[in-house]
Nanobody
């Protein structure tokens, strides 16, 4: 059984930083894609970043590029999302997700429970 357990998140003022972590159980990350998604109240889910096992070049959305950094540790089977220069519009529930097969282009099979990130002054 595959399980993704998220940690981190919380509340921060605009301009601040937060780090999310995702521990993956039951799936080897060295042959998997790992991604971060978010969903704000009243909005659809959107992709934040993705790390493929097929390439060293991560994917970022326009809003996350230059501010967020996705990283992975295949030995520990974990992934992180470092978020800097946070804005109020970054407020959302953030989810880590994984898929067997290394590409970020397809649907993700496994999801974490979500972590609330609130950016407010």
């Amino acid at each position: 059984q595959v399980q993704l357990v998220e940690s981190g998140g919380g509340s921060v003022q605009p301009g601040g930083s937060l780090r999310l972590s995702c521990a993956v159980f039951g799936l080897s990350l060295d042959q998997s894609a790992i991604g971060w998604f978010r969903q704000a109240p009243g909005k659809g889910r959107e992709r934040v970043a993705c790390s493929s096992s097929e390439t060293d070049i991560p994917y970022y959305s326009d809003f996350s590029y230059g501010r967020f950094t996705i990283s992975r540790d295949n030995a520990k089977n974990t992934a992180d999302l470092q978020m800097n220069s946070l804005k109020t519009e970054d407020t959302a529930v953030y989810y880590c997700a994984a898929r067997s097969g290394g590409s970020c282009l397809y649907e993700f099979d496994y999801w974490g429970q979500g972590a609330q990130v609130t950016v407010s002054s």
